[in-house]
């Protein structure tokens, strides 16, 4: 299986391929309408020099724009999710829930979180399925 | 004393005299408030043995060092008796406004003992109490006697009760300004076996603090930390509700009668955003509460119509919405406005309408047994019209009146295994399932089956990570029993304190642990470290334990009904039961239990609980 690079555009498309490729997950986010950006703080210890912006975007159990992006572009997105690198991984590993992050204030996110919670069962999916995606971490690499 | 009014309120309605009483500083730094403060003078000056509602039992009220101060959270107080629900320590706590009113009005707590031979009223007004007639409040429910009372005086602080409680229904509650209400064990009965229909409270002299300079930067940080907090943010926007979605995802909700692992159809039209975007006019906050998660809501036409008023918490959308089947939100928010009129728990009455659903699908209960109402699931004119029958004891409702454990006894044994219950009161709604910790926090916890005295769902579902107290995962598999007895027993030492400390339990988890510390210390001047907190939590637990045990608590009664060990087939915690052996094996042996669930000698003795001593060991 082919391991991909953690926060890379290569990394977003196995991300966007698998999501694209689950029906369950089609059926699930048939309501979700919007845009989600991701930022990795950064952190040079663990070989993350700059912050890593991720723009994703779903429509109705679409996925669409899936790119590595600018700050500008990320601060454009209807949800914008920020922590740091150590808890994206976590995440990314299965070792931490998205939504206990959140309220645990590991993670913030800027947006409607009343829309969140009521799609929380499509959140949740998005990153089960990015859980499935084998990932080099920079610090493992 | 800083953080103390310093003086405590003793009532003899018997005698109609009131008189005023102190407490030694060693016995506040021991209990700190709250319910912990109450359970020590029970245990040393009340008879346990008399009935709940016997002349002699006392009825405490009691607030703690932070209520009045003014910092974040900080509206709460407690009542408690031995609950005639449940025959053993009863106890409940609200938000609102009575607990800081009554401080700044010269009193810490009050007691309440004897009867009236006709109804009355307390009035304290500024350090001086009076007992009235309230004969023409008698027979009014809790929004008019709120209204009544307030209309003479716009700025008192007002805890009543309704119907229920004056028919003494073994769930019934009070109501505090109509919008907090103290629900659990039945508390309602007892104020109404003193014929005590109401008290009033104004007062304007806040207790002094003993660091005014450290309370102000401690308050502060508390607010920046409630910024920034989404818990806080989630209750803003959705209220307590915002955990139906979330608990659905995660095997969380209870959905018919507990037989039932999933349907996010249902909690989707009973949620926390559905809610908002229907039903809600605005949000309210307790006194010094800058979240404001309470709901404001009114159902403006139809069948289910209803005031603009008090809105339902979580568990009521559960008890009245997916435990019952039913799925009309409109419906639910009626349901939670009788509930606050007739003063009934909204958690043990849905619970015990859901029991007699189930039974009457499977013909124990009969069409005449029920009055001729139809009590299939989801009937919501059927619970409408039985909340009214409860409250005022009529046939079928005088049947339920005394608890759904009461009521299923009564119809054989196969009965009692419909009912949902730990030492007899019905279980809130977090399925332990999904939650194994749940499970045993339920099974020890001394009021019965309770959310609520502990802080298990925060650390269990990851909503909180408190690694400066001891040591915990940021990651709880709720499925898994393994682990969980520490994690209890932690929950407990730490989340016990929001009813001492008199804080909100929400308040609790966004808030840092460093910070409540700084805000008690700078207010009580104790210089508390975590240690001392956790001490006085442990305290806490065993005084309230060795009491149910003098009441005949032992080892058999921390168990858990047979629906919480039967596997769902569907939903997030599909095939998953508590291991209720390990868990409480586990649990006896950290909390210093011998094996009939008693504590140990040395473990009260290390607590420093001679009176308990004394009484379980006979000194």
Known sequence: ?141 | MNGYAGKFLGVDLTQRACSSFTLEENRLKKFIGGSSLAASLYLEKYNLDADPLATESPLMIMTGPLVASGFPGSSRFAVAAKSPQTGIWGEAACGGTFGPELKRAGFDGIIITGRSPSPVIISIINGQATISPADNLWGKDIYEVTNILKSEDKGLKVLAIGPAGENLVKFSSIGNDKAHFIGRTGLGAVMGSKKLKALVVRGNQPPAKANEEKYKETFKAAIQEIKDSAFAESLHLMGSDAAMDLGMMSGDVPIKNWTVGEDFELSSKLSGPTMRETYLTKAHACANCPIACKRVVEVKEGPNKTEEGPGPEYETCCTFGTLIMNDDLAAVIKANELCNRYGLDTISAGATIAMAMELYEKGVIGKEKADNLELNWGNMDTVFALLKKIAFRDGFGDFLADGSVKAAAHLGADALDAVVHVKGLEVPMHDPRGFHGMGLAYMMSNRGACHLQHATMGMEQGMVSWPQLFEMKEDYDGKTSQGKAMLVFNSENYGILDNSLSICHYLMYCLKPETIRDAFNAITGFNFDFKDFLICGARDWTLKRGINNLLGVSAKDDVLPRKILTPLKEGAAAGSVPDMQLLRDEYYAIRGLNADGIPKEEKIMELDLPELRNKLYKK
Request: one cysteine or more; a neutral charge; hydrophobic letters at 40%.
């Open chain 1, 1 to 141: 299986m082919t391991a991909y690079k953690a926060f890379t555009q290569e990394w977003m498309d196995a991300w966007k391929q698998k999501i694209a490729e689950s029906k369950e997950y089609k059926e699930i986010a048939k309501n979700w309408e919007g845009s989600v950006s991701i930022t990795v703080n950064a952190d040079p210890s663990k070989n993350v020099p700059q912050p890593v912006y991720m723009f994703t975007d779903y429509w109705h159990g679409d996925v669409l724009d899936f790119v590595i992006c600018d700050e500008a572009k990320a601060q454009t997105a209807k949800f914008i999710m920020t922590g740091d690198y150590a808890r994206w991984k976590q995440v990314a590993k299965k070792e931490l829930d998205a939504t206990k992050a959140l309220m645990q204030g590991k993670l913030k996110l800027k947006g409607d979180l009343t829309y969140v919670v009521r799609n929380v069962k499509t959140v949740n999916k998005v990153i089960d399925i990015l859980t499935e995606v084998n990932t080099v971490f920079p610090d493992e690499a």
